[in-house]
């Protein structure tokens, strides 16, 4: 059995507490243990202010994103032992585990790309300057620098590898060295590549520390240049947000949290054409891949009242032909959920969701006598308004047909009562549909998707959050924002607005070079 241990200080520590087991989630075998504990946190926040600040700060952007760069090389070079990791421990397929790791080395890759084009000084400019004074003498400007601080990155489960990596990406761009944390249930991967990091030696002493299991007082030594950017559940995510040692210091704090993502199909989508084989090819990929344990995936189908049965006749079919078992098998197409937790959730969830719905195909029951095994289950709520429908997350291969009139607005009122989400996608031929479902919903969703028959046979699945577009959202989604290319940097950034002679300003702070808007 494997004991995952903490990287802190330097040196590999193994924590004191009960250890927690990590389980095969096909075999429900015991496979590993984390053990927290022990840790003393106070000086792990110093050794990243002493020596992590340091090392990265007296490097370029462009020199950050040579390691990110290595990073993701060191990483790829392990894919396979990788992959196999997280169909043990995630429960993934092939295929859902190579989404997690390629994404998150893609990321790396981006973010080192990125990097690459910045100035080679140790700020970047925000935006035109402008004549403050009777003349232009006395000038405005705002810049950017790093603040002398530690992030600590606190990540769900669903994405042990890319969770990780691309919060680092954004980080060390910034100059700023990261304490991780990963989900415990699938910590296993997030483990195995702290590992390679610190054998490989890539990343400057002090810039990277993992903590296994829990953070203990953490947070508690949190400072004003410092920041925590979470993912998981709003429930976690306020509380941490209350955290009063944060709040005390206005620590900076980003939440990437749970959503209840729509799709919608509009009343102008033809059968059998592009828009409507993409809009159910999305749909049953969102509600499987991953075993719809993914924060973009969606758990609410907007449908015209009228279409309600052939798209549940539709989706059925898809579905059918999804097979469910081993994820270890190349023929599987979708895995178990990841842990027992997992596992009686969204049982749980889908009992709920069944008092307010119909069951189209699927259902709580579980597959299989062994392992975390859930059906793929659909179903058609039988009032647009339930709440359930709306506010409960199921997190898992799961989501609700709700019927609407077919107009653009009712259908942006409709995906508002999720309270704030992720992405919402929308599936439309008709360009005044589609900006006014755009315009009443955009202020409710971090990322709009927008399938028509010109587009969605290039179109990228809406579930994919990429490192050039800006991933989070309002509300329940945590108001977040990371990625979107130099936005996702920014977070760990200070702006500050400079006033003074604009000869000195153009001189000493202007645009070397314009600054890539991402
Ligand atoms: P979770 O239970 O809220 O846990 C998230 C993370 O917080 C884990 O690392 C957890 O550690 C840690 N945590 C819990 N209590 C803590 C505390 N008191 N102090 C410090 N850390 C604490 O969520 P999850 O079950 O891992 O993930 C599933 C949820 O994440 C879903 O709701 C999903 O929608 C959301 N999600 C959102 C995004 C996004 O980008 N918006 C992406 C992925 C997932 P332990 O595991 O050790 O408890």
């Known amino acids: 059995m494997q004991t995952l241990q903490s990287y802190v200080l330097g040196r590999w520590h193994t924590g004191t507490s009960t250890p ?54 060191v990483i790829h070079e392990k894919r396979e032992e990788l992959i196999s990791v997280s169909v043990s421990n995630g429960g993934t397929t092939r295929g859902d585990a190579k ?18 084009k910045l100035p080679q000084k140790p700020y970047l400019v925000d935006g035109e300057g402008l004549q ?10 705002h810049v950017w620098t790093s603040r002398p601080g530690v992030a600590v990155h606190v990540n769900a489960f ?17 100059g700023v060295p990261v304490i991780e944390k990963p989900g415990t249930p699938t910590a296993l991967l997030a483990w195995k590549i702290a590992q390679l990091v610190v054998e490989k030696e890539v990343l400057p002493a002090g810039t990277y520390q993992f903590v296994a299991g829990s953070t203990g007082d953490l947070l508690e030594h949190l400072g004003p240049m410092d920041c925590l950017a979470f993912t998981g559940s709003s429930g976690t995510g306020a509380k941490l947000k209350a955290t009063p040692n944060l709040v005390k210091h206005n620590v900076r704090v980003n939440i990437e949290a749970d959503s209840l993502n729509a799709a919608v199909l509009a009343p102008d989508v033809e059968a059998g054409g ?37 798209v549940v006749a539709d989706l059925k079919a898809e579905l059918a032909r999804i097979t469910v078992g081993n994820p270890a098998e190349s023929t599987t197409r979708m895995g178990p959920v990841a842990s027992r937790a997992q596992f009686d959730d969204v049982r749980k969830g889908i009992e709920r969701l069944q008092t307010v719905a119909e069951t189209a195909t699927g259902g709580p029951k579980p597959l299989h006598p062994k392992g975390f095994y859930v059906a793929p289950t659909l179903l058609v709520a039988k009032d647009a308004g339930a709440s359930v429908v709306h506010q409960d997350e199921v997190f898992g291969p799961c989501s609700t047909i709700v019927p609407y009139s077919g107009d653009a607005v009712e259908a942006a009122r409709i995906v508002a009562l999720g309270a704030g989400g992720l992405v919402s996608s929308c599936y439309s031929n008709d360009d005044a549909w589609v900006e006014a479902y755009v315009l009443q919903a955009a202020a409710w969703t971090g990322r709009i998707w927008i399938g028509n028959d010109k587009s969605v046979e290039q179109a990228l699945a809406p579930g994919m959050a990429l490192p050039w577009m800006l991933h989070g959202g309002p509300g329940r989604a945590g108001g977040g924002e990371e990625l979107g290319g130099l936005r996702g940097v920014q977070f760990y950034l200070q702006r500050t607005a400079l ?18 808007a991402s």
Not at 36 to 62: C, M, N, T, W, Y
């Open 99 to 116: 989404f997690d790791i390629d994404g998150a080395t893609g990321t790396l890759m981006a973010y080192a790309e990125l990097a690459a």
């Open 132 to 141: 403050l004074g009777r003349t232009a003498r006395f000038w405005g400007q």
């Open 20 to 73: 927690t087991p990590l389980h095969d989630a096909h075999t429900e075998e015991a496979i590993a243990e984390v053990r927290s504990g022990g840790i003393d946190f106070a000086a792990v926040v110093r050794h990243a202010r002493e020596l992590g600040v340091p090392a990265l700060q007296k490097r370029s952007f462009a020199e950050r994103g040579a390691l990110l760069k290595a990073l993701s090389g």
């Open 158 to 174: 669903n994405f042990p590898a890319w969770g990780m990596l691309e919060k680092m990406a954004c980080s060390f761009v910034a």
């Open 274 to 310: 592009p828009t409507y084989n993409a809009f159910l090819a999305n749909v049953v990929l969102d509600m499987t891949q991953k075993t719809g344990q993914k924060c973009t995936a969606v758990r609410r189908i907007l449908v015209p009242k009228e279409r309600v049965a052939e």
């Open 499 to 516: 006033q003074g002679f604009k000869g000195l300003l153009e001189s000493r702070f202007g645009a070397p070079q314009a600054t890539p």
